[in-house]
């Protein structure tokens, strides 16, 4: 295994010292990046060789190659403790990444310094965040396989070792409900309490959420207490106009991305159909919950047409019984939470991406939520998130 001490001393800042704990921090918004043997020996010996798979391209990049395409990663997707100055939108190897986001254990010793109790990691930028370059796969045996290859090893090489410290999170198949609810309850089975699902799953090819397609999956999901869990960027980012700076303009409308997937999941009226449902809205932050409930609010008083299609209640009622938030921080917004519900915001790290607050999650959190009262950063730091995900806190929790 790589440590950091054998990585270019001239791409990372000096090893952090770890953080003074304040609080009991779960992380329900982070990332994994696949590592490069991940998918070894875990196909049937008719598909092995199929596998993705690392290869080395001309220009000495590391990237993955799955049924003829590439696949990168790419900058400000693994730059947990680089150099800003360093940080290229360019494919990364290996050895130009922390340990911490391929390794499972060197990723809890990051936790550790950071001061992270437990983490939620969404699978990389090579995966779709939510698997969909496996579903659709061209040969969509091949993909299902694939599909099931990751989430073993989510289950043997990633959770196993640290079940205290991660949350299991799957992937599965979006083309074939009935195979994708089957996956979702083997998944459970062996203790899995998340699937990531795309947020408006029509603009990548399939079916809108509004579609029937999704009835085996979301019942799926309903009846095993599993999570679907919607991360920005999972369809795709916002349309963006020639000349513009597609990274900076990108991560502008992440809130903007969340606002419209949370309307359309709210008004598809799965919830009311299953009411038991919980769906968290990853890296969108919470400065735009309060405005929908605004708005949904005003479509019931003043309209008179918003308790159509949610099964008679109020649509905001719905939005906080079936839904949860998380944040960076909101500093601005924060206050918003007596509107979303205290007990629907959760707290994201979003280690190794390029807006993470690892290493100092600690001193984030203190400065910008420290004045709040203390049951409440219990909640957001730590209770909220156990409760969702049905995890284990440690023996004593803080503050």
């Known amino acids: 295994m790589t440590t950091f001490a054998e990585l270019p001393s001239d791409l990372f800042l000096p090893e952090p010292t770890p953080r003074d704990v304040k609080y009991t921090?779960?992380?329900?918004?982070?990332?994994?990046?696949?590592?490069?043997?991940?998918?070894?020996?875990?196909?049937?010996?008719?598909?092995?060789?199929?596998a993705p798979k690392v290869i080395v391209t001309e220009a000495g990049h590391e990237v993955w190659e799955f049924e003829g395409e590439r696949h990168f990663q790419v900058g400000q997707n693994a730059v947990a403790g680089r150099r800003p100055e360093t940080v290229k939108i360019e494919p990364f190897r290996f050895d130009q990444m922390r340990p911490g986001c391929f390794d499972p254990d060197a990723r809890v010793r990051d936790m550790d310094t950071g001061g992270i109790w437990a983490s939620l990691n969404f699978p990389s930028m090579i995966t779709g965040f939510c698997g969909r370059v496996y579903s659709q796969a061209k040969d969509r045996d091949l993909g299902f396989s694939v599909t099931q290859a990751w989430n073993d090893w989510m289950y043997e090489a990633w959770w196993g070792p640290h079940r205290e410290r991660f949350i299991p999170l799957g992937i599965t198949d979006l083309g074939d409900p009935e195979r994708g609810a089957a996956e979702i309850r083997r998944n459970a089975a062996r203790g899995f309490t998340s699937v990531s699902l795309p947020e408006r799953p029509h603009r990548i090819g399939f079916p809108s959420i509004f579609d029937d397609h999704w009835e085996p999956i979301i019942r799926a999901c309903a009846d095993t207490e599993t999570v679907i869990s919607l991360h920005v960027g999972s369809s795709g980012m916002a349309d963006f106009p020639a000349g513009c700076p597609p990274i900076q303009l990108g991560a502008t409308l992440f809130g903007q991305l969340s606002l419209t997937a949370c309307a359309e999941w709210l008004w598809s009226a799965w919830a009311a159909k299953y009411p038991d449902m919980k769906i968290a809205m990853s890296e969108g932050g919470i400065g735009w919950v309060a405005m929908l409930i605004d708005r949904l609010d005003n479509i019931v008083d003043r309209s008179g047409y918003g308790l159509d299609g949610v099964g008679g209640m109020r649509p905001a009622d719905v939005l906080r019984r079936n839904f949860s938030f998380c944040t960076i921080d909101d500093p601005s917004t924060i206050d918003t939470r007596y509107t979303i519900g205290v007990d629907n915001i959760m707290v994201e790290v979003d280690y190794p991406h390029g807006d993470s607050t690892w290493p100092d999650t600690q001193s984030v959190i203190e400065r910008y939520w420290g004045h709040l009262p203390v049951e409440e950063l219990r909640k957001l730091t730590h209770e909220n998130a156990a409760a969702l995900y049905r995890h284990p806190l440690p023996p004593i929790t803080v503050p």
Do not use: C, K, T
């Open 25 to 50: 921090v779960i992380s329900v918004d982070d990332h994994l990046v696949e590592p490069p043997r991940m998918f070894e020996g875990r196909l049937p010996a008719a598909l092995q060789d199929r």
